[in-house]
């Protein structure tokens, strides 16, 4: 199916690395340092949706990298009822920052499809998440090596899914579209960003949603040994 591919660019949080997982790890520390009482996971159960619906719209660029690391945090402390300035949440969004990438948990497979993967294709990564918050969850989680390349929004001046992200991608990568495959957990930055730019996708779909049937996709990453 994918016979001609030379490059594999992958997308980072949700996709390689667990990025629910290391932020439980993180809240927690930071709860506990400022003496809230409410449960991590009480916590979590809100931010998660709250923050994926804050990343939409920052991808297409319809709130600001700071409009998002506030309102995904305030909109969570008012669902709560706990009473926070706007201070503290500016705090506690720099305090979670820095403790983010100390945490290195990836999703279940990882490693494994990464060895597999590395002596057949040139591996990237293309990420929306911020150069040197990204940079760091390579490194501490000990999967940088794999990488030929990694663009990040920053870089590239857009987000995924605009098209000039994987334009810029594939320019340092020195691939071209018919040789690459974008692989990621977003329908819309990851798989129809790569689509519509002419490249072809997998979906990481973990969470196994419906989705479009000619869509091709995997629920663990160890599946792609299969297809690549």
Do not use: C
């Not at 300035?85 to 290195?104: A, F, G, K, W």
């Not at 390349?149 to 334009?167: R, Y």
């Not at 018919?178 to 979906?203: K, N, P, Q, T």
């Amino acid at each position: 199916m994918f016979r001609n591919k030379k490059h594999l660019f992958f997308d980072l949080d949700h996709t390689l690395w667990d990025f629910d997982r290391n932020s439980a790890v993180a809240f927690d520390v930071i709860f506990k340092q400022h003496g809230f009482d409410f449960s991590t996971d009480e916590f979590l159960k809100h931010y998660i949706p709250r923050n994926q619906y804050y990343w939409k719209l920052y991808q297409v660029n319809q709130i600001s990298h700071e409009d998002l690391r506030y309102y995904r945090l305030k909109d969570v402390f008012d669902i709560l009822n706990v009473e926070v300035s706007r201070t503290l949440v500016n705090q506690l969004s720099e305090d979670y920052i820095t403790h983010l990438p100390n945490s290195n948990h990836l999703f279940d497979g990882a490693i494994e499809l990464l060895e597999y993967l590395q002596p057949k294709y040139e591996l990237h990564i293309i990420t929306n998440g911020f150069h040197f918050v990204q940079d760091k969850k390579l490194k501490n989680s000990n999967i940088e090596h794999y990488f030929k390349s990694v663009t990040n929004s920053e870089m590239a001046g857009v987000k995924k899914p605009h098209p000039n992200i994987f334009d810029f991608a594939l320019s340092l990568a020195k691939a071209t579209k018919r040789e690459s495959l974008m692989i990621g957990d977003s329908l819309e930055a990851d798989v129809e960003g790569a689509l519509d730019f002419g490249m072809d996708a997998i979906f990481f779909n973990a969470e196994n949603i419906q989705v479009n049937k000619d869509l091709i996709q995997v629920n663990h990453l160890l599946e792609l040994k299969k297809i690549l």
